[in-house]
């Protein structure tokens, strides 16, 4: 079946219409080629595009979108390129002979070979297939594509001129050459990020477009490789200065393309300035893997089948956004916080007590756990969240002033016994405070049955990677325990 316009819509995650726009505008940030911006019209009033009811209608979906796209393209040699497509409510039907009744203008990116809608006589004018011109006059022929299909072959030969003779041709000899040799989505998709196109935009154009996505990403040569360089290391300085010059999301996407352009590069190894590695150190237990939705569907199946069988009803859950943390591991001797490791591969972490000793809210609160560890996640206060995250501020923090900014969220207390093993202890939530800190996090108050819509819902929405979700009712903790409380970071 031919792909139609809600097809490709439902596929890719974009319209075809904005994907053209889209490819456009970072085709044009080549600087190998000489081009402007995409032309786009404005979308076509949606009384003016009901009217047109007899037109081909992936046409009409596509003007109410945009009027019309022009973009065209060339370098200092001979290669060129284009696609002009035409406002569908200005069509004329003209005459035709060769077994077409009549046709109008569609795409006239190529002027010497035009491609045209056109129909049969036995066709109304809605059922219009796409044909192509010959330059040499000879009889027009069927393209044998639906209109989001033959924009999708277009794209991946960069609409090079007479791209049409060949619609199963490779993506496009001469500028494949100079693009990106990435094999990688992820480089890909930060290559696409670093030229202004978003992380939803960048994953629909690698699912568009497939491995000829690498069209819209030139190599790099020495000199801008340096550049990128010089761009990461001021940007990564700044940061730890307070005082950033580029966003989060900017930075890791140059930073990926940096290391797959040139994976041997110093700076990927590089160490703010002032800063030093933490000792790495394996965990005394390991740290279990993620959990997802359905096991959050099983603790509150349990939970409540618990609450029901003691006759606790009506009860509400408090659950609290975790927008940034970073999981960290405390483990106590005799009383004394001796070890705090991040959690790192879940096997392996960075012992970085030696700053979370700076602050004043972990290391004076006193705790009941004498020998074992604690578990939880670090967090950086909201107003810190557009500049920092929390490793980077735990790790890289250089007084207790700077630690103001972290607060620490104890989600599970395991107790050591004498032979060196460990076990969760009921009473974690007497064992050490469950906020410490300057803040505390977003939070929503829900019966049972609206926990997963909640936290699927934030989740979809980027509010956190994850939840701590917990029973707000004293009669309801009490029966549960340890179990009252539980960390879920879902993916």
């Not at 316009?5 to 600087?31: C, N, P, Q």
């Not at 596509?62 to 035409?86: C, H, M, N």
């Not at 409510?89 to 077409?100: C, F, L, N, V």
């Not at 007497?430 to 926990?451: C, E, K, L």
Request: a negative charge.
């Amino acid at each position: 079946m031919p792909e139609s316009y809600d097809d490709f819509t439902e596929r890719v995650g974009f319209s075809i219409s904005h994907m053209l726009a889209l490819w456009g505008r970072l085709f044009a940030t080549r600087k190998d080629i000489r081009a402007k911006r995409p032309s786009v019209g404005k979308p076509l009033p949606k009384a003016k595009a009901d009217a047109l009811d007899e037109m081909p209608q992936d046409w009409v979906r596509f003007a109410r979108e945009s009027q019309s796209l022009k973009f065209r393209w060339e370098t200092d040699g001979d290669e060129k390129g284009g696609v002009d497509i035409q406002p569908v409510h200005r069509a004329d039907w003209d005459e035709m002979d060769e077994g077409w009744e009549a046709e109008t203008l569609f795409d006239y990116g190529n002027m010497d070979e035009p491609v045209s809608f056109a129909y049969r006589a036995e066709q109304p004018p809605a059922a219009a297939e796409l044909i192509r011109a010959d330059a040499e006059d000879s009889a027009p022929a069927a393209v044998g594509l639906s209109m989001t299909e033959y924009l999708t072959a277009g794209a991946r030969q960069a609409f090079t001129l007479y791209w049409q003779a060949d619609l199963q041709a490779p993506p496009q000899p001469a500028v494949r050459a100079r693009s990106l040799d990435a094999t990688k989505p992820e480089a890909i998709t930060a290559a696409l990020q670093a030229r202004g196109a978003t992380s939803d935009e960048a994953t629909a154009m690698v699912r568009w477009l497939g491995d000829a996505v690498v069209l819209l990403v030139p190599r790099r040569s020495d000199a801008e490789l340096k550049a990128m360089v010089r761009t990461l290391t001021k940007a990564q300085d700044g940061f730890f200065k307070g005082k950033p010059t580029m966003k989060d999301a900017e930075y890791d996407a140059l930073k990926i393309e940096l290391a797959e352009l040139d994976p041997d590069n110093k700076f990927l190894d590089r160490m703010p300035r002032g800063v030093t590695a933490w000792p790495r150190k394996a965990h005394p237990l390991p740290w279990p893997d993620g959990v997802t939705v359905d096991d959050l569907e099983d603790w509150l199946s349990d939970t409540q089948t618990r609450l029901q069988s003691s006759n606790v009803s009506k009860v509400e859950l408090r659950v609290k956004y975790i927008s940034d943390g970073m999981p960290v591991s405390l483990r106590y001797q005799g009383g004394r916080l001796v070890e705090a490791l991040t959690k790192g591969d879940g096997q392996e972490g960075e012992n970085i007590l030696r700053n979370l000793k700076k602050v004043p809210e972990v290391v004076t609160r006193k705790c009941n756990v004498k020998n074992g560890l604690v578990r939880g996640v670090l967090f950086v206060q909201q107003k810190w969240e557009a500049t920092h995250t929390a490793k980077d501020v735990a790790l890289n923090l250089k007084s207790p002033k700077d630690c103001k900014v972290l607060w620490f969220q104890a989600h599970e207390v395991l107790l050591a016994d004498d032979d060196g093993s460990y076990e969760d202890w009921s009473e974690r939530q007497r064992a050490f405070p469950i906020s410490i800190g300057m803040s505390s996090p977003n939070f929503a108050i829900v019966g049972a049955n609206q926990v997963r819509e909640v936290c699927v819902s934030a989740r979809e929405r980027g509010r956190g990677p994850g939840f701590i979700v917990e029973y707000e009712n004293a009669q309801a903790r009490e029966v549960l325990k340890a179990d009252a409380t539980r960390l879920f970071v879902l993916g």
